[in-house]
Structure formats: structure tokens, C-alpha cells
């Protein structure tokens, strides 16, 4: 009776002890990088890159390009935010939400360009569709 007692304690023990899902922090802990935490269990952010694309006039634009492995079906909706060398906003065409569609076991890929050769950095934002 009394190892009947302790197995039941120990498997409700275990099952209280669940871990969230693994994230790749060095990713999440990015500044330019905002993720509302009911994306973060559905989707992980695994890779996050910019580079300058030269212009044909001469000049540069800010690209971003990221990707998304998704952990279950889901919803996000996405945007980049672009700012130039004081910081301030460089408002552009289209700068509201994007929506995407995750399906489990996909990974998707994005791309942001800048609206203008002024901006030097940006933040990414993902949450749940509204």
C-alpha cells in the first residue's frame, strides 16, 4: 500500500514539475527582438538577421530577415519598427501588423526592408493576431 502511495505522489510530483518549452534565449533576450510571451510558447525565433542592400542610385536600405519554427499550430502577426541614428522612427508605407499562419513543424521565413537610407536599426514584434 505504502509503494502504491509513494508512486502516486511521485508521478503527481513529476507532472507538476513540467518545464515550459525550450526557447532559444540568446535570441529572445535580444533588444531588437519583442516577442509576447503567448507567441514565445507556440513559436521560437531561430534565426535574425539585417544587412544593408545596395541601392541602384547609390545608398543602402536596412533588410531584416528572420525565421520561425513553430511549435504547434498558430496564429502571429509581425512587424518591424525602423529607426534612424537618434533613435527616432522613420515612418514608412504599410508599417501596421502582418499576418501569418504557423502550421507544427514548419518553419517560416521573413523579410523587412527600410522605407528609407536613413535608418540604421529596428525592433521586431510578434504576438497573436488581433
Same mark, same amino acid.
Not at 536600405?61 to 504547434?72: H, I, K, P, W, Y
Given at each position: 500500500?505504502?509503494?502504491?502511495?509513494?508512486? !502516486? +505522489? /511521485?508521478?503527481?510530483?513529476? &507532472?507538476?514539475? %513540467?518545464?515550459?518549452?525550450?526557447?532559444?534565449?540568446?535570441? *529572445?533576450?535580444?533588444?531588437?527582438?519583442?516577442?509576447?510571451?503567448?507567441?514565445?510558447?507556440?513559436?521560437?525565433?531561430?534565426?535574425?538577421?539585417?544587412?544593408?542592400?545596395?541601392?541602384?542610385?547609390?545608398? !543602402? +536600405? /536596412?533588410?531584416?530577415?528572420? &525565421?520561425?519554427? %513553430?511549435?504547434?499550430?498558430?496564429?502571429?502577426?509581425?512587424? *518591424?519598427?525602423?529607426?534612424?541614428?537618434?533613435?527616432?522612427?522613420?515612418?514608412?508605407?504599410?508599417?501596421?501588423?502582418?499576418?501569418?499562419?504557423?502550421?507544427?513543424?514548419?518553419?517560416?521565413?521573413?523579410?523587412?526592408?527600410?522605407?528609407?537610407?536613413?535608418?540604421?536599426?529596428?525592433?521586431?514584434?510578434?504576438?497573436?493576431?488581433?
Amino acid at each position: 500500500m505504502k509503494t502504491l502511495l509513494f508512486a !502516486s +505522489l /511521485l508521478v503527481l510530483g513529476l &507532472a507538476g514539475c %513540467a518545464t515550459p518549452p525550450e526557447t532559444r534565449s540568446s535570441l *529572445v533576450d535580444r533588444p531588437e527582438l519583442k516577442v509576447d510571451p503567448d507567441i514565445i510558447y507556440a513559436a521560437d525565433v531561430t534565426e535574425l538577421f539585417q544587412a544593408r542592400v545596395e541601392q541602384p542610385g547609390g545608398g !543602402s +536600405l /536596412l533588410q531584416v530577415q528572420f &525565421a520561425v519554427d %513553430a511549435r504547434s499550430d498558430a496564429d502571429m502577426a509581425w512587424k *518591424v519598427t525602423w529607426f534612424d541614428a537618434n533613435g527616432m522612427v522613420v515612418k514608412g508605407v504599410g508599417e501596421g501588423y502582418r499576418k501569418a499562419t504557423l502550421l507544427t513543424g514548419q518553419t517560416r521565413y521573413f523579410t523587412a526592408t527600410a522605407p528609407h537610407e536613413r535608418v540604421t536599426s529596428f525592433q521586431l514584434h510578434l504576438r497573436e493576431p488581433r
